[in-house]
């Protein structure tokens, strides 16, 4: 089993930055995917932005350029550093761990991400 334990969110004028964080516990194998969604009121999980183990990355076209994913492998972490927020940015965001071996995910609670104008 993998725990996830998420942390950062918060209520933060547009324009401003948050740092999310995802604390993985448990039988985490070194080959994963960590990834960050986010779902907003009435839309669909949306993803956000994901990085293997070996620290590749990819992101939403939306937040490409605003907001930064990383890791650190020997914590068993991921962040999510969001610059330039906007409004629409407004959401819950979960964190995700898809583990290679045994095709498994794992979900943490979710934190919610609130952006005034």
């Known amino acids: 089993q993998v725990q996830l334990v998420e942390s950062g969110g918060g209520l933060v004028q547009a324009g401003g930055s948050l740092r999310l964080s995802c604390a993985a516990s448990g039988s985490i194998f070194s080959f994963n995917v960590m990834r960050w969604y986010r779902q907003a009121p009435g839309k669909q999980r949306e993803l956000v932005a994901g990085i293997t183990s070996g620290g590749s990355t990819n992101y939403a076209e939306s937040v490409k350029g605003r907001f930064t994913i990383s890791r650190d492998n020997a914590k068993n972490t991921v962040y999510l550093q969001m610059n330039s927020l906007k409004p629409e940015d407004t959401a819950v965001y979960y964190c995700?761990?898809?583990?290679?071996?045994?095709?498994?995910?794992?979900w943490g609670q979710g934190t919610q991400v609130t952006v005034s104008s």
């Open positions: 995700n761990v898809y583990l290679l071996i045994g095709s498994k995910n794992y």
